[in-house]
């Protein structure tokens, strides 16, 4: 009897220290390097501390050692990395006393706006170029109870829209131009060297806007100054070859690519994003459709599933990957979750999908092979 309630006292002490240990959002999490104070309202959902997987297949394929770790920020609350930087301007917005907040989207921003102005009790206003937001995106932004303003126009034309009305009226501009985005996306840079012990060699991302790459450079060197690591990635930001303006360093006017959350022709942080590929010693690429199609089905071999724009990473990788020395370390940073973007999904796998089947057991185990 007295064994049994021992067990019983155990078990109720550990999960109180459980909960004690749960994960408390990103903001919490790293308050001493974020701009915030005793007053901020910290609007959250728990976004961050998102998984780095070891990427085995990816690693066999590249051989020499190479260790290749995957940064799957498609599992924030909205399912893209840009929940880290909406927890940041949504908060810092309600402190001000704003009401309302706008932003331009190619989807990820303006679904995450939205769920985190709901839950701020803020109104939110997203411009989106009509057709081209993948429809997990577009069902989030509605859901989450935004106003869609779709226009005939494509992101580029929609930003500068948004900069417009926010400079006019009373309303929060939440695109990464508020710099509380890029404060709150650099956690990602804390997470991976709090998890590795160091920097990697290497850090492969998609480049749209040009903000995350920012809001990473600035994080590893945070920590770099703080000690946290002795060493500095080379920042290798990749582009969809028919959206890149800073590959070959001029504004695109019609970007083209099925990687819509990338569909970007005049990035907003085009300087920042050039300072962090220079001081960084890395470099600027461009990935071609179909290699970007190639990561994607390879992703999806290391049971992972991502969004189109973020396969870009490791497009690139694969691109670059004479340039990495053996056994040095990478991580490819996964922006965005598979399920952003279904149709991409369907019209892109090797998978094996027999449809209108009789359901008759003999037929269907005849043609498992049995
Ligand atoms: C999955 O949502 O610009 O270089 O409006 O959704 O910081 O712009 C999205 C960008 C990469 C590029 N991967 O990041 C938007 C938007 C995904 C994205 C990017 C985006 P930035």
Request: glycine share 8%; proline share 5%.
């Amino acid at each position: 009897m007295k064994n049994k309630t021992n067990i019983i006292s155990k078990i109720k002490s550990r999960l109180t220290n459980d909960s004690k240990k749960e994960w408390p959002g990103l903001i919490n999490a790293y308050k001493d390097f974020l701009p915030i104070n005793d007053s901020t309202p910290i609007v959250s959902l728990k976004e961050g501390n998102t998984p780095l997987i070891r990427a085995k297949s990816l690693e066999k394929h590249i051989g020499r050692g190479v260790k290749i770790y995957l940064k799957y920020d498609g599992l924030n609350p909205t399912g893209s990395f840009k929940d880290r930087g909406m927890t940041m301007a949504i908060s810092k917005a309600k402190e001000e006393g704003s009401k309302a907040v706008i932003c331009a989207s190619t989807g990820n921003t303006s679904a995450s706006a939205a769920a985190y102005a709901k839950r701020a009790g803020m109104k939110a206003f997203v411009l989106i170029p009509d057709g081209y937001v993948a429809q997990g995106k577009l069902a989030q932004a509605l859901v989450y109870g935004a106003e869609v303003l779709a226009i005939n126009g494509n992101f580029d034309k929609a930003l500068e829209m948004v900069q417009s009305i926010a400079e006019d009226y009373p309303i929060t501009l939440v695109n990464s131009v508020n710099p509380y985005r890029l404060q709150g996306q650099k956690t990602a840079a804390f997470e991976i060297i709090d998890e590795l012990g160091e920097a990697p060699e290497w850090l492969c991302i998609p480049v749209g806007n040009g903000g995350n790459i920012t809001a990473y450079w600035m994080g590893f060197n945070e920590y770099f100054n703080q000690k946290k690591t002795k060493k500095l990635p080379k920042m290798m930001g990749f582009q969809a070859l028919g959206s890149a303006p800073l590959v070959f360093n001029k504004l695109v006017k019609n970007p083209e690519t099925i990687a819509t959350a990338i569909r970007i022709g005049n990035p907003v942080n085009w300087k920042k994003a050039v300072e962090a590929k220079q001081n960084s010693l890395g470099s600027f690429e461009a990935v071609t459709e179909s290699e970007i199609i190639e990561a994607y089905k390879l992703i999806g071999e290391e049971g992972i599933f991502c969004e189109p724009a973020s396969a870009a990473s490791v497009a690139g990788l694969i691109k670059i990957q004479k340039n990495l020395s053996d056994n040095s370390k990478v991580v490819c940073v996964l922006t965005g979750n598979g399920l952003k973007d279904p149709d991409c999904a369907i019209n892109n796998n090797d998978a094996v999908f027999h449809t209108k089947l009789d359901p008759d057991l003999n037929k269907i185990s005849k043609l498992m092979g049995f």
